[in-house]
């Protein structure tokens, strides 16, 4: 996987407990939908709390977007 940490445009899902769930963004022009969560979990860097999730496109292409939980932004970190 390559190293990103490029800012997305995101469209994700709140269920009425508030878990997020990414659904679809967009890079480089490309609309990406997220077919499966592989893994999410949480980290915590340099006081910033991200969620973090590995997710599969295509059947094969996996991509690792974060969440930023106090700027509210998305990232995808890896693809």
């Known amino acids: 996987m390559k190293l990103l940490n490029h800012p997305v445009d995101m469209i994700a899902v709140f ?7 990414p659904f679809k963004f967009k890079y480089e022009n490309k609309t990406v939908k997220v077919e ?4 999410y979990y949480q980290e915590k860097l340099a006081g910033n709390e991200r969620i973090v999730f590995v997710c599969l496109h295509n059947g ?3 991509y ?3 969440y930023e939980l ?3 932004k998305w990232f995808l970190f890896k693809k």
């Open 70 to 72: 106090d700027s509210h």
């Open 36 to 39: 499966r969560i592989v893994r």
């Open 64 to 66: 690792e977007l974060k």
């Open 60 to 62: 094969k292409d996996m």
């Open 15 to 21: 269920d009425s407990r508030g878990k997020v769930m």
